[in-house]
């Protein structure tokens, strides 16, 4: 194996009795690679991320973590530090007490904990509040002593679970920025659970996407986002979602025939697909063009159009339904007839039985 493999999942399984939560999942972690992993409610991330930490047990496969397998290794000697939402600090202890708790659990001297609480404190900005309570901090100051109790004991990785998932939308954001900093400051190695896609796509190296169990794709953020391998995952990353539309493989070889129901739309294609072949059409919103009727690839009716001020999403009355996203505001309304511009070498295909791409 090679040295710089931190975290080597092989073949990994996890039975809950007769429910069957992780299905032959591998992953390598090279050190010092944040790793997200993402997908839908019950998809199996935090049974991955719990397993890893120790705290479920799995039920086939090898997990590695430095080298050395940890199947068997309970949680406090797998040397990895669990960060959890900041309501996860202790109340009635300072600031200091939270951050030195684990050193104390662990026989660390009073005199060495204090100093290396001082040294996690300048890290993560708390310097000036090591003698608060919890319950004297903002949510983000709160979720810096989450960060700060792990990294004092030095780990071989930090596991996040959904740490921001309960702070608002703004300080999200900028935890998000902070976190990453942090991850990237400490040359650290970092498994971070969550289910959005923005926030694994803005913080990490590499995003795993999980569905029921199953690893469906795992790649660097604009890889997955440009090469999407199926269906699921095209439609899971990426905001507003891609638009999906049956088609069929034209007789030409060279364009798709759009199924819109009563409507059909013929769209050109840049590589020959074996004529009658059933596809589902992957046109994502910032890919489709607004143009004069007539002078698109084809025209169809507008149903409603919001603009959050940066962006204007044009929603057309097809069905399915198309969304388009542009920067220009105020150009159509509802009812009105556009033209669609479409770049064919931004239309991904994916077969209309597997949904994986063509
Ligand atoms: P969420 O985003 O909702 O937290 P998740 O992707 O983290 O979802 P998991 O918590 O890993 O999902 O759960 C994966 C599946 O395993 C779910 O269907 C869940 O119901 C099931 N599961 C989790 N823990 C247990 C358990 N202790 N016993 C039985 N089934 C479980």
């Known amino acids: 194996m090679s040295q710089d493999i931190q975290i080597e999942l092989l073949g990994i399984e996890k039975h809950y009795g007769a429910f069957h939560a992780l299905k032959n999942v591998n992953l390598s972690i090279?050190?010092?690679?944040?790793?997200?992993?993402?997908?839908?409610?019950?998809?199996?991330?935090?049974?991955?991320?719990?397993?890893?930490?120790?705290?479920?047990?799995?039920?086939?496969?090898?997990?590695?973590?430095?080298?050395?397998?940890?199947?068997?290794?309970?949680?406090?000697?797998?040397?990895?530090?669990?960060?959890?939402?900041?309501?996860?600090?202790?109340?009635?202890?300072?600031?200091?007490?939270?951050?030195?708790?684990?050193?104390?659990?662990?026989?660390?001297?009073k005199a060495e904990a204090k100093q290396k609480a001082e040294e996690v404190a300048v890290i993560t900005g708390l310097s000036r509040l090591l003698d608060r309570y919890p319950r004297q901090l903002s949510g983000g100051q709160r979720q810096r002593v989450a960060m700060g109790r792990a990294i004092i004991r030095n780990p071989q990785a930090f596991l996040f679970d959904e740490?921001?998932?309960?702070?608002?939308?703004?300080l999200r954001v900028s935890m998000r920025k902070e976190i990453r900093a942090l991850?990237?400051?400490?040359?650290?190695?970092s498994v971070y659970v969550t289910h959005d896609q923005i926030e694994a796509m803005t913080m990490a190296d590499h995003v795993v996407v999980m569905r029921d169990g199953v690893i469906e794709q795992q790649g660097a953020p604009l890889d997955l986002y440009d090469r999407p391998a199926n269906r699921f995952v095209a439609g899971f990353i990426?905001?507003?979602?891609?638009?999906?539309?049956?088609?069929?493989?034209?007789?030409?070889?060279?364009?798709?025939?759009?199924d819109f129901g009563a409507m059909k739309q013929t769209l050109a294609i840049t590589r020959a697909i074996e004529p009658g072949r059933k596809l589902i059409a992957g046109i994502r919103p910032?890919?489709?063009?607004?143009?004069?009727?007539?002078?698109?690839?084809?025209?169809?009716?507008?149903?409603?159009?919001?603009?959050?001020?940066?962006?204007?999403?044009?929603?057309?009355?097809?069905?399915?339904?198309?969304?388009?996203?542009?920067?220009?505001?105020?150009?159509?309304?509802?009812?009105?007839?556009?033209?669609?511009?479409?770049?064919?070498g931004q239309i991904h295909l994916f077969d209309a039985s597997t949904d994986r791409l063509v």
């Open 238 to 258: 990426g905001s507003p979602a891609m638009n999906f539309i049956p088609a069929i493989a034209a007789e030409d070889g060279k364009s798709l025939i759009l």
């Open 163 to 170: 740490p921001l998932s309960n702070l608002d939308a703004a």
């Open 30 to 109: 090279p050190k010092g690679t944040f790793v997200a992993l993402v997908g839908p409610s019950g998809c199996g991330k935090s049974t991955l991320l719990r397993s890893l930490a120790g705290l479920e047990k799995i039920t086939g496969g090898t997990l590695k973590i430095a080298g050395e397998v940890m199947n068997d290794v309970p949680p406090r000697s797998r040397n990895i530090a669990m960060v959890f939402q900041s309501y996860a600090l202790y109340p009635h202890m300072t600031v200091e007490q939270n951050l030195t708790y684990s050193l104390k659990m662990h026989g660390v001297p």
């Open 183 to 189: 991850h990237d400051r400490l040359g650290a190695t």
């Open 286 to 344: 910032e890919h489709i063009g607004v143009v004069e009727p007539g002078h698109g690839s084809f025209d169809v009716p507008i149903a409603f159009v919001e603009s959050t001020g940066s962006s204007t999403f044009i929603v057309a009355a097809t069905q399915p339904e198309l969304t388009i996203v542009e920067t220009r505001r105020d150009r159509v309304k509802a009812g009105d007839m556009i033209g669609l511009s479409v770049d064919p």
